[in-house]
Structure formats: C-alpha cells, structure tokens
C-alpha cells in the first residue's frame, strides 16, 4: 500500500491559518505514507499534474487530498485520478478549508490540531478503499402510462409518435377519463366528446401503444429508469377475441337483461342493464358484465346469452396478471370530484334536488332531447367551492375550474332554456384563463346572475321537493331566503383514489393538499423525486383541459428528454453483501424502504444494484453486519471514526458529527464559508444519510473518546431519503440502550436536522453541545473499552 | 335607505382597533374572505343591525362604530358560525372581544346603588348581574 498525502494552500485560505508545515511533520514517516506534498492550488492544472506524476513516479494506490469540501473539487480529483490510471475512489478528502481554516480563522492552533484530525481519518478511512467502477445501464424504449383519461392519452400519443412502446393503463372499462363525462368544455364550448373521441380511437389503432383497460397496477417497484409492473387485468365476462366487427351491435343482450342500476358513465341520471357498452363513444367498444348486480351467479340467468349471436358472454372470467418492465413512469390518475355528502349541510344526497357538476354536465347534455330524463324547473341555483376552499373538510386549496364549469353549465342551460332564472353564488370569481373573463361577461349578458356570498343553510320541502336557500349577499348585505327547483353544487377536484396508493408504490411525494408533489414548482414541474417518474394532469393538481393536455406533452417531452441519453452510470456507492458473513436470516428482505435486496440462489441477501439508492439503512438492521455500503463500509467508518478522535489529549473533550452528505454536512461547509465561528470541539464525518450511522458505529465512537455524538440529517420534509428519519430514530433508541446499559448518560446522542436556510441552529448546536459536554463528567475508559463492538 | 353614503378614513387609530380584537379574540380578522357563510346561517340575523360578516369586515377597515352595533349582543355564542367557516375562524370569538372591549369601559347603565333596597333584596343575584352586563353600552 502506497498512499500519497496533498495538502493544498488555497493560496494562503488554509496556510494562513492552519500550520501545514506542522502536519506536514506530523503525517510524514508514518505507515505506507510514500509522498507528503504541499501545493498553492492542488486544483489548478499544476496541481493535478504533480499528483498524477507522483501517482507514476511512486506508484500510489491511494491518494488523500487536505482541501475545500469535497463538493467543490471532489470530480476535479477523481478526474486526476482516472488521468493517472488509478480507480476514482481511491481518494479521500480532508476538509480543510470549510471546516478548519475559515471556521476557526480566529484560533489558529485548535484550526491545525482539527486539521490532523480530520487528515488522520482520511489517511485511515482511504487505507479501506477500494476500487469502484460505474456500471452503465442501457435506457430502453417502454414507457408505462398510468391512467388513460385525457392526460394519460395526450402523453401516450405523443409518446408512441416518437418512437416509444408505450403500455396505458386504465382501471376503468374504456379510456377518456372524467373528461368523456363533460357535455361541452369553457370557454369555447366546443363539445368535448367530439375533441376526444378522435384522440381515443388513435390510442386504440396506434401500432406502438399497448392498450389495457380494466388494469389496475397490482405492484410496481423500481426507481432510477428501470421499473417492474405487475398489472392486474379484471375480468369483463366477455369474450377478450369479440371486437367491434364481431360484436353487430344489435344490443339484443342489453334488451333482454332483466336488471337495471344507475349508469355510471351518465352519472346516474339515466339507467343501464347489467350488461352494457361503458360510454357511446367508448374505447374499446365492447360490452361488460356489471357482476355486482348481474344474476346470473345468483339466480343462474342467461338472458343475455341466450339472445346473444356470438355467444360472447363468459360468466365464469378470473383477474389475470402480466408484467412489465419499462425505463420511465408517466402517472396520470387524474382525480375525483368531492364528494358532497362530506358537507351533510348542502343536503347532497339526501335531496331530491341537489346534484353536483358532473351530474349537471349530463343532465345538461340531454336538455335538448324530447323526453330529458330529468327537468331542471325555473329557478336553478350554483353553490361555488364545494369542498373547494374549505377548511371544515380540510381543503384548503382553489379547484381552478369550477367558476368556469358553473358559468359554462349555467351559459349551455340559459340557451336551451332562455326562461330558466339562474344564479351563481360565489365567494371569489377566478377567471383567469384565457378567453374566461370573456366568457364571463357573455354569461353575465345574458341574464345569469351572480351572487357574492356562500350560502350556508338548505331545507327541502317535503312536499314539492324545492330546495330553500339562505345566504348573505355580501355584496348588497341582505339575506337572500329563496326557493330553488335545482341546486348544483360545484363541487371541487379530489385527488383521484387511486393516487395514494400509486404514491406509495413509486415513494412519490404527496403534496399538503393530498395532489402528487412535482420535483420543482417552478423548474421540474412535471418531473418527481424519483428518477424516470413523471407526472401529467390532475394528478398533480386540478388544472382545465388545455393546462392537462399541455402538461401530458410536457412529461411526454421530458420521458423523450431522457431516455434519449441511451444509457446512464450508476454510482457505485451502494450497499453489497459480504456473502462470508451473510447468515441467510432474512432479517434485511423487509427493511430496504426500495426493495432493492433479494434473496439468491444460495439463499443469502443480495442487492440489486438498479434499485439500491446507497442510503445505508440496511447496515443497521444485519447484527453480522454482513450488509455493507460501498464508499461508507464499516471498516472505512471505524478507521475513520479511531483516527479522527486519536489526537484528543487528556482532559479535552470530543464531539463527533456524523453529517449526511445533502444537508448536514453542506451546512457545516456554508458555515464555514460565512466564516461563522463555532466551537472546535468537534469533528465531522461525512455519511450519506442518518440512516447508515448504525448503532455499532455510535458505541464504536464512545469507545475511541467521543463524549458527544451528533447525527444530523436534512429535515424529514424534503429529505432526499424520506425515511431516514425513522431509521436513524430506530437506530438511536438502540445506541442509547446500549449507553444506558453501561450506566452512561443516554443524552450524549443527540439527533437534529439542518438546512442552509438557518445556519445559525448549526453553530448554536454546536457551542451548546460544547458547553454540555464541559459540564458532562468524564466517561471511565474501562466502560469505554467494553462499548466497542469489534471487541466482541 | 335614509342613510347617506359617508366616506371612512384609514387611520393609525383604527389599525390599532383592528390589532385589539385580533388580541382579544385571538383570531386573524384579516384571514375572513367574506363568504358570508356566518350571516347566512347565523340563527339571530334577522335581529340585528349588521351582519356577522359585516362585523368582521368592519373590524378590518378599523371601524370602531362596530362598538354600538347590537349584533354582539344578540350573538348568542351558538358557534353556528365557528363550525361552518371555510377559513376556520372563530367568528363567535370576535364577537365576545367586541363585547370585552365594551365591558372594559366600564360604563354601568344601571347603577345598583341607586336602586331601592327592597328591590334588590327581591331580585334574583343572576337578574343582576346579567342587567349590568347586558345593558352595557
């Protein structure tokens, strides 16, 4: 082992404050330290040179850089590395600068005794290096699509235009979404059917689109561009071969059943049979068995058999699964509308009278025939934010679409019925689109009446049925107390049922209002957290039409965007199996939050390196630690942690940070950077999450001489790992159990999380641990010595 | 309709008004988006003089006259407003900060020293001390 030690200058940013010449003494001469240089800028192209040189002349295998941060020349180094013929991660790096020079600028002597610290446990973490290698994984062409609604369409068309396999999934027995159920849309009133319909006969005839109706994702798991889906396919109870050109649609089957229900895709306001076509304009167009009404289990009816020429009718059909496996994710489940009963005061559900917009939107569309299958009186009103801006039922959030849709139903119902008095009660009118202001005024023109303020009591009369109203015209001041034949609660947008679930199965982050959250509101708006997942339409908050279908070409754009890179690293700083040590108990299967480890054929854990995230939350919970994490093994850890407390004398006292390397420990780097001054009691070591500090590691740092340990994590809101917090909360509560059996105080463990936007929680936790630890009793080092878990 | 239009001023004075009730009753006046949910439910509406959303909006705008509105006097804390807010605000909380801030001007409309002896001695304590409080502004 040859190990080549570069203290970098920083022209004068460490020199001046910390003594290299000193530490230059110090590390010189010891174990397999072949070449101990200083240099103004070791950044500079000089300064690489005489690296890469050294490499050659002395025949280095491990390199430890005394610097910046390593977030700053980290890849500057490892690129000299490479140049030199030697593995990238047989480097470590001392932090210098950050955390010596500029945080201790006024303590020049604790800045360079921190420094030899921080030095030694580079030089013993880097004696454990080993050689890493970036794998690259090939970027297929398959896209799955969740959700077939107008979102998921737009995507999936735009998709396999460009040249990707697509998979579409929908739950429901035809595609269209909420949007088929629309009888015209605002503000242009164009009918919304006749604008999908094209699009969903070109999903169902496009050769690159795989379409599934009836779906539903039984289990999906994967992450980083490489995903498995297992996709249930409900039974329909009709023949799968029997398509549109064998069907002759002669509907003797839909005569002939003997059982009727509310039609789903009419909202209600009209029947179907138990066998029936989803929608008139449904893609497939094929019929389905509603089983929960159909009696042909019960009662052994074959009605619709009987009569039916093809004999298409197969009662007897099981959920069948398939699999996938695909390189992106688009989710668009879109949403639900509220539902009104949550609200008992609008009576919704309990009156006759009271129906909500999608009801209206088919009541509306069959205004015009001869017989409507429902009337809608003289006097009609709309109730605004229903379940919108609404804390009681803990919506706090503006639907964006209900003025309009109300404006659009109240327009569409004042031209087919002119004598209709109409009013709109609202508490804030949103207009915003474009062409809605407009749209407005064209409505208000026409005699529609809108009313600012939100009525608050309903009663029905027994008798005629009418719905009285009271509300305050906040406007004029006065309580209005009038008679409706129709109330139509506008009620707002819900995230669809399915999306929690869905959120659960990719670990997508859920907005306060319950939507799916983007990676960026401003930047990523339809990117997420989670590498080749993106999100189009109402899934991530209620939005109209256009922005749905802008948004569904967006994540469309950004699947092509890349995929298009045709392969990807995978950074090898992630968890592997010492298969010597691995008992094969199994314990670690249920702890990955990812999935990632599976069982092999000897029966032992392996990880699969496309999941693993490299957050070390595995290492804690195998008690052979036979799990290890590449980058942050344990043996780099204790090596690190012994050589990083060694230098504490008699009488002083230590506390050591384990910082995670999003949060934590840039904090401690931007601290230093305001050159903010804290104490210098400390030391702290880089881990990828809070997570990977074990409780081993803990108790193994108690018994090298720290008498604090801080583990510090980014807040659990936004934490590139979300459950590090639970984890790391697990693994404290057994390190303090294993002080406390020793009889040591269990409040020198200390969890907390920092962000750059409070610099100053750092710095003071920090001085108050270092007053705590003055005040702290010295620990008896025979107890020490029994906490160390290599001992054992 | 025989009251004239009158222009109010924004003053100190009544952004001062506005910070007291929002200490009295602990409630952001400044939240309520003027639904009227309160007043269209409110079971008294018909007896007052203006409307519970007309208080909270008076109050914003500084307005002290709200002081000699009867309405918080008929408010009878039934929280038919407080359940209902979309905003969450507790409208019945406004309405006692209103009547604390009368209450702690201290101005008795019936002084108990100078009633005859033989009627006090008669009158049932709590007829008493409801008098003093509810006769007060």
């Not at chain 1, 619709?304 to 695909?326: L, R």
């Not at chain 1, 256009?546 to 070409?553: H, I």
């Not at chain 1, 210098?680 to 001489?705: I, Y």
């Not at chain 2, 009878?76 to 409208?91: E, G, H, I, N, Y």
Request: negative net charge; aromatic residues 6%.
């Amino acid at each position: 082992m040859k190990i080549g030690v570069y203290l970098c200058q920083c022209g004068g940013n460490i020199s001046n404050t910390v003594d290299l010449e000193a530490i230059q003494k110090h590390i010189e001469g010891g174990d397999e330290i072949a070449v101990v240089r200083q240099e103004s800028h070791l950044c500079s192209g000089a300064g690489q040179k005489a690296i890469i040189e050294d490499i050659g002349a002395f025949g280095l295998d491990r390199v430890v850089i005394a610097s910046c941060s390593p977030q700053f020349h980290e890849k500057t180094f490892r690129g000299a590395l490479s140049r030199a013929g030697l593995n990238p991660y047989m480097l470590e790096i001392a932090n210098f600068r950050e955390h010596c020079s500029w945080a201790h600028k006024d303590n020049p002597e604790a800045a360079t005794i921190k420094a030899t610290d921080l030095l030694d446990a580079s030089v013993g973490k880097v004696r454990h290096n080993v050689p890493l290698e970036e794998k690259m994984m090939k970027l297929g062409d398959d896209v799955l699509v969740i959700g077939g609604g107008i979102a998921g369409i737009q995507t999936a068309l735009d998709l396999a235009d460009s040249g990707k396999n697509v998979t579409l999934v929908e739950k429901q027995p035809t595609i269209g979404g909420n949007m088929t159920i629309l009888t015209k849309t605002f503000p242009t009133e164009d009918c919304a059917s006749c604008i999908l319909s094209p699009k969903m006969a070109e999903v169902q005839g496009h050769k690159r689109i795989n379409l599934i109706v009836d779906g539903e994702i039984e289990s999906i798991k994967g992450h980083r561009l490489h995903f498995e889906a297992k996709i249930k396919h409900k039974p329909r109870y009709i023949s799968p071969e029997i398509n549109m050109d064998e069907c002759i649609g002669c509907a003797q089957c839909e005569e002939a059943c003997p059982v009727s229900a509310p039609n789903h895709w009419e909202q209600g306001v009209v029947k179907r049979k138990a066998i029936f076509i989803p929608a008139p304009h449904a893609i497939p167009y094929k019929y389905i068995i509603d089983k929960e009404i159909c009696l042909h289990d019960s009662e052994g009816c074959t009605a619709c058999f009987d009569v039916c020429p093809q004999k298409a009718m197969v009662f007897d059909q099981e959920p069948e699964y398939s699999n996938v496996a695909v390189d992106a994710v688009v989710v668009a489940t879109g949403y639900d509308i509220f539902d009104a009963r949550e609200k008992p005061v609008f009576g919704y559900g309990e009156f006759e009278n009271v129906v909500n917009g999608l009801e209206m939107e088919r009541i509306v569309d069959h205004i015009n025939e001869k017989n409507p299958p429902r009337d809608v009186g003289k006097r009609v009103a709309f109730i605004q934010c229903v379940g919108s801006r609404d804390e009681q039922v803990g919506r706090e959030y503006c639907s964006r679409v209900c003025c309009m849709y109300s404006t659009k139903l109240a327009s569409l119902l004042k031209q087919a019925r002119p004598e209709t008095d109409i009013y709109i009660f609202y508490t804030d009118l949103r207009a915003f689109g474009k062409g809605f202001e407009e749209y407005y005024k064209r409505a208000q023109k026409m005699g529609i009446k809108f009313i600012r303020g939100k009525p608050a009591e309903f009663k029905e009369d027994p008798k005629t049925k009418m719905v009285t109203v009271l509300v305050e015209d906040t406007l004029s001041r006065d309580i209005i107390e009038a008679e409706f034949d129709l109330v139509v609660l506008a009620a707002g947008l819900t995230p669809s049922k399915s999306t929690e679930k869905i959120a659960e199965q990719l670990k997508l982050a859920v907005s306060d209002d319950g939507f799916l959250k983007e990676a960026h509101p401003k930047y990523r708006p339809v990117d997420t957290l989670v590498e080749g997942v993106f999100l189009a339409g109402t899934v991530q908050g209620p939005k109209d039409i256009p922005d749905t279908v802008a948004q569904g070409s967006a994540a469309a754009g950004r699947v092509i965007a890349t995929l298009a890179k045709g392969e990807f690293a995978v950074d090898p700083m992630l968890a592997f199996v010492h298969d010597d040590k691995c008992t094969a108990c199994g314990e670690c299967y249920e702890v990955c939050p990812v999935n990632a480890i599976a069982e092999n054929s000897d029966g032992k854990a392996e990880i699969k390196e496309t999941l693993c995230v490299g957050c070390g939350a595995c290492l804690g919970a195998c008690s052979e630690e036979a799990i290890d994490l590449n980058g942050f093994t344990n043996i780099q850890l204790y090596s690190a942690v012994e050589a990083a407390l060694a230098g504490k004398k008699p009488g002083e006292k230590r506390a050591l940070v384990f910082g995670d390397s999003n949060c934590t420990y840039r904090v401690a780097d931007a601290a230093g950077v305001r050159k903010m001054k804290y104490a210098n009691d400390n030391r702290v070591l880089m881990v990828p999450s809070s997570c990977r500090v074990t409780p081993n590691l803990v108790a193994f740092a108690f018994a090298k001489g720290a008498d604090i340990v801080l583990i510090g994590d980014c807040p659990e809101k936004g934490n590139k790992f979300e459950w590090a917090h639970d984890f790391a909360k697990k693994y404290i509560e057994q390190a303090k159990q294993i002080l406390a059996d020793k009889g040591i105080e269990t409040d020198r463990i200390i969890f907390d999380d920092f962000t750059a936007s409070n610099l100053p929680k750092f710095v003071n936790t920090l001085n108050s641990i270092s007053e705590q630890m003055k005040k702290l009793p010295n620990i008896d080092p025979g107890k020490r010595a029994e906490l160390n878990p290599l001992e054992k | 309709m025989d009251d004239r239009i009158k222009k109010i001023k924004l003053t100190d004075r009544g952004v001062e008004f506005l910070r007291q009730v929002e200490e009295i009753s602990g409630e952001a006046i400044t939240v309520c988006e003027q639904c009227g949910t309160c007043s269209g439910g409110c079971p008294f509406v018909e007896e007052m003089d203006i409307t519970p959303s007309q208080i909270m909006r008076k109050v914003m705008l500084g307005q002290e006259e709200v002081l000699h509105s009867r309405t918080m006097w008929i408010c009878a804390s039934c929280f038919t407003c407080t359940v209902r807010c979309p905003r969450k605000l507790d409208v019945s909380k406004v309405a006692e900060a209103l009547r604390q801030i009368r209450l702690r001007e201290a101005i008795d409309a019936i002084d108990i020293s100078k009633l005859p002896k033989e009627e006090v001695d008669r009158m049932p304590t709590i007829a008493l001390v409801s008098a003093c409080r509810k006769l007060t502004g």
